[in-house]
Structures are given as structure tokens and as C-alpha cells.
């Protein structure tokens, strides 16, 4: 598997930031036609080591080498040149160009001068018939799905002749038969003699592919390992390093019993409600007090049934009532007034106000229900925030600065303080724990229950199955943008039944309609 | 299998959009024209087309240019300054007596020059373009009138034979020698464009500045070319300017910055940057210039209606773009 | 690092500490050219001194300054404002210029609604391509700052329209306790936006919508309906700004009246440290930055510099107070001067964005 030699090797590796030791003394070697992991929880310095490898960051201390021969890149080109290739986790592509001219630019065939369109179309589509990929090179990148674009951006750095190639959390926006893709492709780079450098937080996803795992933790090294000596438990116990108490100790608590749910008047209730293009119409009842799981792949519906049901978009079929009297969801505004709130998947881009403090963040949403007029007294923002800032355990304490400056764990608890301030009736949360660490990710999921057993009713939409099964009274299941299953989370239900609801794309216990 | 869904998920038609606002623009030149033609005998003289690229001919060079920088999804407000100061020098050099050749180069040379340092402020220090260019515009305006307060006469026998110069056929219709000099740079500029790396880069950094950094390219020294281009293309337009009314004048080209953008704009260019042709932009001209002529042909029109209906074409062609949902960021 | 460096630094990094520091010198450079300058004089009950007159005139530059602010903390901009000085100017003086008593109250009073009548109309066009339509505002302005140059001289037939209006006249030139009425008019409008912004929760949300817009939407703010008001208040402050332009001169000239002052007021605003991109808005520092133009265009006149030349020092000031204020220029400079304390620079840019 591994040669005798590195192709890359990069040892006692120091970077600082301002107060912060991104990286400290770390070491890490690269053999060719493998596929290593690097791991770590966020701040572990995984991002700084590949920013400090493709030379978007110069370090303060620590050799590079490169076929044996010391490097220190300038540079993304440079690193490039040298044949270390980086796709990143958000396709850092040109929409607005050809597919073709997106995987050439920068180095298109020329003659004279001049660009040789043709010789480049040609040359593309050879490029992409090996990673067995059949669309237009003619055509605008950005009419195609962010899947194909990710693949677009690989075949970019495969045709670099690179040696080296690193990504980036390529597989965070692609949905499992796009995976496989993908991993077929690393696999066949692989056997080539690229070596190649992945970055994920799928722990499976590590299990199917790696040869072997770097793990970081704040900064430093802890270790490297063959995949197949290193058992699942103890890979996150290195990464997260406390011997895995919180998680044992949510494993222990029991499931949701779902006696707990459905009774009653349903606090909504939607009939065949959809909209074209984004989700088939579905049908769906949440009681007061009852988690609602929403389980199915990327890109299958879920944030779609989120957004509708809050009103971010617009429905164009179907019903809605809540509390049993007919209503619409046309606007955020309309479903914020019947108690509903929204913590949407993307933080950053839809959820904070970075430059705001974490205090005018917090009391964003009540203040936006009392309308610009009737400010919310100084004294009872600051009352509630610190309420909430203590509760959430917010750290640093400190309402006054910037939610920017937190980290994104901090930052997802700030919007469930700024819906939770509102006191509403059902919490819509699209995929809260995503890309947060497993101390932030416990908390919130214990927040949820317990939310839950206070009588608020909770639509909770994530990724990981595991997840759904522990805190949710009922499953939705989405596939192909439809609601094909809708599962009492009983004894009888569990991953593999969910993944059989997927594959099947057929409820086993009905949909209603 | 997997390639099917993924071709499936293909959403838009493949029509390309991108090219309906220049087939609008098109489209609404031959409108115009019909007007003209339709209520004025003596439009339909093909000199009168002629006539347009005469009285066009700088603020044709000064747009490509312009498209360059909205390309990239900047601005330059400083162009009808530049072009300005560049009539403004060459009238005061010639005067000072300095070879029309010598003076060529410097009024040449200061236009680019001024162009590099704002790409520079813009590029290194992060700052707006709309700010940097709208110092650069103050900085070419003030120039003018540190020069000289008033309007300086060219006299020069170059700059006159350049002036008067003219191609034409036996049956009287002619161009002057700036609509050739105007046709050249469009010409190299949509070669450059099209054809180039330099070009290829223009557009995808108004795509993408981000990624047109992680994917190596020159984002800095093409942001700071692009300016540097339209700072040249002020300069030819300026020395064109000083051809056509053989004086260099202070207050001259006052508020072209605007005709030039509203030209780029209704020459289907995206303002956000990305998409366009320098096509486009002759076609924007054309429009502005065609405009002109049919309010001058009416006579009863005053002149204030030209900023009304450029005015109002801006909000076509923008509702127009919006419509059809060119939006890349 | 010790205290008193972290002091200073804390100083000079204030986001208002080089403008302040730049108006200083421009007034000492005054006084040192001339020893009169910074003496006030009490005339026929009035004050009159070069200070008063610098307060009176930038008084419109200041009101459509503080439109602008709001405009830009949106995200936005708004280049028509000059154009829409214009248009109500003229608008108010063709109707006074009809009256048979150009000083009658009532008459003036009309004239005013009326202008500010249109400005609000035309404030609210601007409003819905922005809000409702969704078109970027520097373009969908751009609309009206041509059109609306071709409006004005359409009102005043391409003629400067002079009146002789006393009543009409004293928004400009009057005067009230001693001081130019323009100041106070200035200053009312300043208190009224502080007021608006600051003591309910509109400041909050403009700068939330300008942060973020969408997360704003999803947050339940009604997003639009602040992006359009943000440009009916900005057309409000440009149309009484236009009639102190024009009351200055007691005529309108379609043409020339408000003209430039849209990039006036964006530079007033961004040396006023509010961020072009939208988000956190300073009014205090806006009102700097209106002072500091019109000082520094005072003092090019009173050393007898052709006014048009004074754009050269204005775009050096442009330049050396945005290249102060630009985080790339002081990390570059901050890294030059002091290598040893190479971390300073970067903690800085965050927080650089954030007025205290």
C-alpha cells in the first residue's frame, strides 16, 4: 500500500494567530496511492495544516518537504505547480463560466496567445468521460447541481498532474450515491499512485475509504494510525480526548417514549403541502410537545419541508392550521406570529449577524416581532440575554461582542437563544449540530429533549440518523424531495429500518393521504 | 446511473440567458432606427449612422473600457475626468510647443498610469472602487483647472489633418480617422477578451473572486490590469476628444462617467460583473448615439429629454436583466 | 505590551481618531494662513466668522449625509440625492415663482410640501426597484441620478429660475438666536434621525438588515419595508437640502444644484466609519465627515485656490482618509513600523469594523 518514501512530509509544523496557537510542533507524512485522513473536531488545526501546505499561510516554524526536497509555497499557484491540488469544501468554482473553461483556467491550451477553445473542450470532455460524468462542457457551471460542480472541481485538480491531492470536506454538500461516486474516482486516483489527502466528518465515510488517519486536537499531533488498528471508539476518543463521558452518558438515557406525542388537537397540521420544484406535497401532523425527526439524505427535501413550513418559501399547494383553525405560512413573519421559529442549516450566511454582538443578535427575533417602534427596554435585553447566555452556557460570556468572534458551536447556541427568547410553540431546526464540536452537539441535543418535555413541540431535521432515532417521537423520511415514510419511533425502529424507508422509497406504516 | 441523476439535475434551459439582454439591445438599435427612418427622410442616409460613430467615437473607446471594469464587477468613475485631463494636457503641451509625437506618448501614458495606482490603492489596501476611482475622478478634474482655468485651442498640424482627415467613397459618405482608431480597440478588445488569458481571468474573477484565487489565478495584477486598460482607453478617448473639437477644455466631458455606464449597462453588461460583450457595448453606444441624433433631428425636443429616456432605457434594461435572473452571486 | 501602549493605540485606532485628527489640522492650517479665521464676530445681532460660515454651509451636505448613512448601513446607496436636491429645489421655486406674493408664508409653506411631496414620491420609486423589485441600489439609483438631472432641467426649462422670496430665502441665509438658521435645521434633522434610530429599534434593525440580510428575513424582520424607508428618509433629507441649496442662491438651476453632492455625502459617510458594505452606522461620525469636506473646501477658497482645483486636495483627503482607515493599509503599515509585534495587525481587522 505505502511506498517506501513520502511524497510529502511536513514535520514540526508551528503557526500562531493572535492569541491563538493554531498549530503547534505537528508532524505528517503522505505516502503515494493512498488515501489519508486527517481528523480532528474544529480548532484542531486541520484547516490551518492544509492552508499552510497549499501556501495560503506561511508558518512560523517547521520544514515542508515534497519528494524529499524542501518546499515553502507562496501560494495556492505555486503548491499547484508543484502538484499539490486542493478542492475545497464549497466549490470555489466560476459559475458564470463553462464547464470546460472552469476546469482549464488559469492553464488553457494556447497557441500563439491565443485560448484554443476547441483543443479545451475536447481535453475536458476526455477528462470528465474518466470520471464517468456526461454533461455539456458548453455549458455555464452554474446550471448544474452543486454535486457535479464538486466533481467538475476534481477533475480541475486530477488534470494538474497532481500528485498530491487534498480535499477538503468535499462529500459535506453530496448525497450517498454521489459519495460513492466520488470515492470510486479516489479509489482509481488512488491505485494511480496519487496520494491523497481527505478531509470529512463522516466517520464512515472514513472507515470506507482511508489507508490511514492523522488525528489533531488544539493544535497538536496526536497521533497517526493504520485504519484497520484503529476501532471507531477509540478514533473519536483521540479526537475529542475526554474519554467519551457526555456521549455515554446520552447514550444511556433512554429513547423518547412516543405515547409522549400525538394527542389532541395537532399544533400543525399540514395538508399536501408543496411547492414545485422543491418538494412533492406531503402531509404532516406535530403535536405540542412531540420532536418530529426529519431523516433523509442531503439534498432529499428536508431543509425544503423546514423552509416551507416556516414561510422562508413559499408554498404553492396545499394546507396548513395550527391549533386547528386554517391559516397560511406565506412569509417568515406569518409563521414567526403563530409561535413558530427557524434555525436554518446555514448558520452564518442565514442565521447570525456577524458584525452585531452576541445581545442584538439574541434579541433579534423579539425585537423584529415588536416591530422597529416599540423597542424591548434596555434593561430587559440585557435580563433575558444573560438568562439565555448562562443557560446555553455561551461562551465567552460575554454579550457585548461581535457573535462573529465565537465559534460555531457558540454560534448556533446564540440563534436557539434568539428563538427560544420568543417563546415559541414549535422550533424548527435544520440541522442544529452540524459542523459543531461534540460538546456543543450533546448540549444542544439534551436541550431538545428537554424543550420537548416542557410542551414545546420540536421539527428536528439532521443528517445522522442516530441523532433522529434518540431524540424524535416520530420520523419523517424524505427521499427525492418526497415524503415517503412517516415512522413512530418505537422498539421496531432503528437506522437500518429508516435506510430501508429511504432505499424503498415506500412507507411502511403509510402516508396519510 | 449515477450520471443520469446527475444530468438530471440540470436545471436551466440551454438557451443561454446571458445573451438575451445584447439580443434586446439589438433589437431596440433597429427599433430606433426604424423611428428615425420611418419619420425623417433624411435619416435613412447612411452617413447619419456614420455620423453617430463620428460624434461617438471616444465614448465608444472610453465604454469598452468601462466593460473591462464592470466585467470584474468594479466601477470606474474617474473616466471622464481622464479623458479630460488627457485633451487637457495634449492641448497644453502642444502649446508649450513639444512635438505632437512626444506629446502623444505622455497624454498616452498618464491615463494608464492613473489607472495603475487606483488598481494598486484598490487592489492592496482593499478599498471600494467606487471610492478610489471617485478620488481619481477629483484628482483629473482638479488637474484640468490647475492647468488652466480655461479652454486651451489646439493648433498643431497633426492634431488639425487628424481632425479633418477623412475616408470615405466617391458618393460622399465618410468616417472620420478617430471611428477607425474607436473599431481598433474594440476589436483588440474583444480579441483580448475572448482570446486571452488576461480576458478569461476578467471574467472569472466578476464570477468569483474568491475561487478565481483558490484556483491560482492572478486576481491582483488582472484587477489592477483592468484598470489600468480603462485608464488607456480614457487616455485614446480623450486624444480622440481633442481630434473632434481640437481644444482641450476643463470642464469638458463633465458627467460622461454616467453615459459611459448607462452605455455598458444597455449594452447587456451585468453591473455585478461576469457577463457582458464589448459587443454589447457598441451596440449601447450605438443606442445612446442613435437617441441623440433622432432628439436632435426632432428639434422641438429639448436637450434634457436625452437624460430622461437613457435614463429610462437604464430601467428597461435593468428590469430586463432581473427578469431573466441573470444574478451570479 | 504595556497599558499605556495598548492606551494609545486604542486612540489611534479609534475609528474617528484620523478624521478628527485631519480637521485639526485643517482648521491650525487656517489659522496659521490667516489669524482672523477662528474669531466669531457678533454683527447686527447675528454671529458671523469663517467657523459660522463653515456650520452653515455644510448644513445641506450634512442633511442628505445623514439620508445617505441610513441608506448605506442598509447595504445600499444612493446616488440620486443630487438629483432630487434639484428637482425639489426647482420645484419649490417654480411654484413660489407663480405665486403673485412670492412672500406669502402660505405660499412658501406650498412650495415646500409640494417639493418634499415629490422628493418622498421619488425616494419611494427608488425604494421599490431596491425593495420590492430587487435591484441592486447603486444601479437602480443610478436611474434616477440621470433621469432626474433631465427632470429638473425639464422643470425649469432649462432656465435658472430665480424668485425673490424673503421667507423663502431665510432657509438658507436666515437667521435664528444669533446663528444661521441652516445650522439648526441641520441640527434638528440630526436629532430627529438619532431619535428615530437609536431610541426605538430601527438603528438595530438597519444594521441587522445590512449585516445580513437574508438571516434578518428569516429572524422575521420585514426587510423590504426598512430598505424603502431608509430611501424615502434619504430622499426627505436630500429634498430640504435642496431647498437650502436653492435658498442660498434664491434660484434653481436644474443643472447645477445638488450637483456632486451624492459623492459628497458617501465620502462624509465613509469617513464617518460607517462601512460601505452595509451594517454598523455612525451618525456623529457622518456629521464629522460632512464637516471635514466643507472645511476643507472653505479652506481652498480662503487661500484663493481656483475651486475646481480644490478637488485635488479633495481626492488627496479621499484617499489618505480611506487608506488610514483601510485595514489592509495600517496591517501593511502597523507590520513595517513595529515587526516585532507582527500579531497586532491581524486581531485589529475585526474589531476595526465594529464602532464602540
Not at chain 1, 482549464?104 to 500563439?112: A, K, M, S, T, Y
Request: hydrophobic share 50%.
Amino acid at each position: 500500500m505505502t511506498g517506501s518514501h513520502p511524497v510529502l512530509t511536513m514535520t514540526g509544523i508551528s503557526k500562531s494567530f493572535p492569541g491563538v496557537r493554531a498549530l503547534d510542533n505537528v508532524d505528517f507524512r503522505l505516502f503515494p496511492g493512498e488515501v489519508h485522513a486527517l481528523m480532528g473536531e474544529n480548532g484542531a488545526g486541520k484547516s490551518t495544516l492544509i492552508k499552510v501546505l497549499t501556501g495560503v499561510y506561511g508558518t512560523d516554524r517547521g520544514i515542508v518537504t515534497l519528494d524529499g526536497e524542501q518546499v515553502s509555497f507562496a501560494g495556492p499557484m505555486q503548491a499547484t505547480a508543484a502538484g499539490v491540488s486542493t478542492v475545497y469544501q464549497e466549490v470555489n468554482l466560476c459559475t458564470n463560466l463553462s464547464v470546460a473553461e472552469n476546469i482549464f483556467i488559469g492553464r488553457e491550451p494556447r497557441r500563439l496567445g491565443a485560448v484554443r477553445w476547441g483543443e479545451m473542450r475536447r481535453r475536458a470532455r476526455a477528462l470528465l468521460a474518466r470520471l464517468d460524468l456526461d454533461i455539456d462542457v458548453n455549458a455555464q457551471l452554474g446550471s448544474y447541481s452543486l454535486a457535479v460542480q464538486q466533481m467538475v472541481a476534481i477533475a480541475r485538480a486530477i488534470d494538474i498532474q497532481a500528485r498530491v491531492l487534498v480535499l477538503d470536506e468535499p462529500t459535506s454538500s453530496l448525497d450517498a450515491g454521489e459519495v460513492a461516486q466520488l470515492f470510486r474516482v479516489m479509489r482509481q486516483l488512488r491505485d494511480d499512485g496519487i496520494a491523497i489527502l481527505f478531509v470529512t466528518h463522516f466517520l464512515d465515510q472514513v472507515y470506507g475509504i482511508a489507508d490511514r488517519i492523522t488525528v489533531l486536537r488544539n493544535g497538536q499531533l496526536v497521533g497517526e494510525y493504520a485504519t484497520s488498528e484503529l476501532p471507531q471508539l477509540s478514533l473519536v476518543e483521540k479526537m475529542i480526548g475526554k474519554e467519551l463521558r457526555v456521549l455515554e452518558r446520552l447514550d444511556e438515557q433512554p429513547r423518547r417514549d412516543p405515547a409522549d406525542g400525538a394527542a389532541g388537537t395537532p399544533l400543525l397540521d399540514v395538508r399536501e403541502l408543496g411547492r414545485r420544484s422543491a418538494v412533492a406535497p406531503f402531509s404532516l401532523t406535530i403535536h405540542e410537545g412531540e420532536v418530529v425527526g426529519l431523516a433523509g439524505l442531503l439534498g432529499s427535501g428536508r431543509t425544503e419541508v423546514a423552509r416551507l413550513l416556516f414561510g422562508a418559501d413559499r408554498a404553492d399547494h396545499g394546507s396548513v392550521r395550527v391549533n386547528g383553525s386554517p391559516t397560511s405560512l406565506r412569509t417568515p413573519v406569518a409563521a414567526i406570529g403563530h409561535g413558530i421559529g427557524f434555525c436554518s442549516e446555514n448558520r452564518r450566511a442565514e442565521g447570525i449577524v456577524t458584525e452585531l454582538s452576541v445581545r442584538e443578535n439574541i434579541i433579534l427575533a423579539l425585537q423584529a416581532a415588536r416591530g422597529w417602534l416599540r423597542p424591548l427596554p434596555r434593561r430587559r435585553q440585557d435580563e433575558l440575554v444573560e438568562r439565555y447566555v448562562r443557560a446555553l452556557s455561551i461562551r465567552p460570556a460575554d454579550p457585548e461582542i461581535p457573535v462573529g468572534n465565537l465559534s460555531g458551536g457558540n454560534q448556533q447556541k446564540v440563534l436557539l437563544a434568539r428563538w427560544l427568547i420568543t417563546e415559541p410553540r414549535l422550533l424548527i431546526l435544520d440541522e442544529p449540530t452540524r459542523g459543531i464540536d461534540i460538546g456543543a452537539k450533546t448540549e444542544i441535543q439534551r436541550l431538545v429533549a428537554e424543550l420537548s418535555d416542557g410542551g414545546m413541540a420540536v421539527l428536528f431535521v439532521s443528517a445522522e440518523l442516530e441523532e433522529v432515532l434518540r431524540l424524535s417521537h416520530k420520523i419523517a423520511v424524505m427521499r427525492d424531495r418526497e415524503m415517503v415514510a412517516q415512522l413512530t419511533n418505537d422498539q421496531d425502529v432503528d437506522a437500518d429500518r429508516i435506510m430501508q424507508s429511504i432505499a424503498a422509497g415506500a412507507g411502511h406504516e403509510g402516508v396519510p393521504s | 446511473m449515477t450520471t443520469l441523476s446527475l444530468m438530471a439535475t440540470r436545471t436551466w434551459s440551454r438557451l443561454p440567458r446571458r445573451h438575451v439582454p445584447v439580443l434586446a439591445t439589438l433589437l431596440l438599435l433597429l427599433v430606433l432606427y426604424g423611428v428615425g427612418v420611418s419619420q425623417y427622410r433624411a435619416f435613412s442616409n447612411i452617413q447619419v449612422i456614420f455620423n453617430v460613430f463620428i460624434d461617438n467615437g471616444f465614448l465608444l473607446v472610453v465604454a469598452v473600457g468601462m466593460t473591462f471594469v464592470i466585467l470584474t464587477g468594479g466601477i470606474d468613475l474617474s473616466v471622464g475626468s481622464v479623458v479630460a485631463m488627457t485633451a487637457m494636457v495634449s492641448a497644453f503641451l502642444l502649446r508649450e510647443g513639444l512635438p505632437a509625437a512626444l506629446v502623444l506618448v505622455i497624454a498616452l501614458l498618464i491615463g494608464p498610469t492613473l489607472g495603475f495606482l487606483m488598481g494598486c490603492v484598490i487592489h492592496f489596501f482593499d478599498i471600494q472602487p467606487f471610492i478610489v476611482t471617485l478620488a481619481g475622478m477629483f484628482f483629473a478634474r482638479g488637474m484640468c483647472t490647475f492647468i488652466s482655468g480655461s479652454s486651451i485651442p489646439i493648433s498643431d498640424g497633426f492634431w488639425t489633418r487628424m481632425s479633418q482627415q477623412r475616408i470615405g467613397n466617391p458618393s460622399g459618405n465618410f468616417v472620420s480617422i478617430s471611428v477607425i482608431i474607436a473599431f481598433a480597440v474594440v476589436a483588440v478588445a474583444a480579441y483580448t477578451l475572448a482570446y486571452t488569458r488576461l480576458g478569461r481571468n476578467v471574467y472569472a474573477i466578476g464570477g468569483n473572486p474568491q475561487s478565481g484565487l483558490l484556483m491560482g489565478l492572478p486576481v491582483g495584477r488582472t484587477r489592477i490590469a483592468v484598470y489600468t486598460i480603462s485608464g488607456l482607453c480614457a487616455a485614446i478617448g480623450g486624444i480622440l476628444l481633442s481630434f473632434y473639437t481640437l481644444s482641450g477644455a476643463p470642464l469638458i466631458a463633465v458627467g460622461m462617467e454616467l453615459d459611459v455606464i448607462a452605455a455598458v449597462v444597455i449594452g447587456g453588461t451585468v453591473l455585478t460583473g461576469g457577463s457582458g460583450y464589448v459587443f454589447g457595448t457598441v451596440l449601447g453606444v450605438l443606442v445612446l448615439g442613435v437617441i441623440q441624433t433622432l432628439i436632435t433631428f426632432d428639434g422641438s425636443l429639448n436637450s434634457w429629454w436625452t437624460k430622461i429616456v437613457i435614463g429610462g432605457l437604464l430601467f428597461a434594461f435593468i428590469l430586463l436583466q432581473r427578469l431573466i435572473g441573470i444574478r451570479y452571486k | 505590551m504595556s497599558n499605556r501602549t495598548a492606551g494609545d493605540r486604542a486612540l489611534t485606532r479609534h475609528r474617528l481618531f484620523w478624521p478628527v485628527v485631519v480637521l485639526v489640522v485643517l482648521l491650525a492650517a487656517n489659522t496659521a494662513y490667516r489669524p482672523s479665521f477662528l474669531s466669531v464676530q457678533m454683527r447686527d445681532g447675528h454671529l458671523y466668522g469663517s467657523l459660522i460660515d463653515i456650520l452653515r454651509l455644510s448644513a445641506p451636505l450634512i442633511l442628505v449625509a445623514l439620508g445617505m448613512t441610513l441608506v448605506i448601513a442598509t447595504g445600499g446607496i444612493d446616488l440620486s440625492v443630487g438629483s432630487l436636491c434639484a428637482i425639489s429645489g426647482a420645484i419649490a421655486c417654480l411654484y413660489i415663482s407663480r405665486q403673485p406674493d412670492q412672500n406669502s408664508l402660505g405660499g412658501v409653506l406650498t412650495a415646500l410640501a409640494l417639493g418634499l411631496g415629490v422628493a418622498l414620491v421619488l425616494g419611494a420609486w427608488n425604494g421599490v426597484l431596491v425593495a420590492v423589485i430587487g435591484i441592486q441600489p447603486i444601479i437602480a439609483t443610478l436611474i434616477l441620478m440621470v433621469a432626474g438631472r433631465g427632470l429638473a432641467q425639464l422643470i425649469t426649462e432649462g432656465q435658472i429660475l430665480t424668485i425673490n422670496s424673503d421667507p423663502y430665502k431665510a432657509i438658507g441665509v436666515g437667521h435664528l438666536l444669533t446663528l444661521p438658521l441652516a445650522i439648526f435645521v441641520a441640527l434638528a434633522a440630526a436629532l430627529l434621525i438619532a431619535a428615530v434610530t437609536r431610541r426605538t429599534a430601527l438603528g438595530l434593525i438597519i444594521e441587522s438588515v445590512g449585516g445580513n440580510a437574508q438571516a434578518s428575513r428569516l429572524a422575521g424582520i420585514r426587510s423590504a419595508r426598512i430598505t424603502f424607508l431608509v430611501y424615502v428618509i434619504s430622499a426627505a433629507c436630500a429634498a430640504v437640502a435642496g431647498f437650502m441649496i436653492t435658498a442660498n442662491v434664491s434660484s434653481a438651476d436644474g443643472n447645477a444644484a445638488g450637483l456632486w453632492v451624492e459623492l459628497d455625502a458617501i465620502l462624509a459617510v465613509v469617513i464617518g466609519g460607517t462601512s460601505l458594505a452595509g451594517g454598523r452606522f455612525s451618525l456623529s461620525g457622518t456629521i464629522l465627515g460632512a464637516l471635514l469636506i466643507q472645511t476643507l473646501t472653505t479652506t481652498v477658497y480662503a487661500m484663493n485656490i481656483s475651486p475646481q482645483t480644490s478637488l485635488l486636495f479633495k481626492a488627496v483627503v479621499v484617499i489618505a482618509v480611506c487608506l488610514i482607515q483601510a485595514p489592509g493599509f495600517r496591517a501593511r503599515f502597523a507590520r513595517r513600523r513595529a515587526p516585532a509585534s507582527a500579531p497586532a495587525p491581524v486581531t485589529e481587522q475585526p474589531k476595526e469594523q465594529v464602532p464602540a
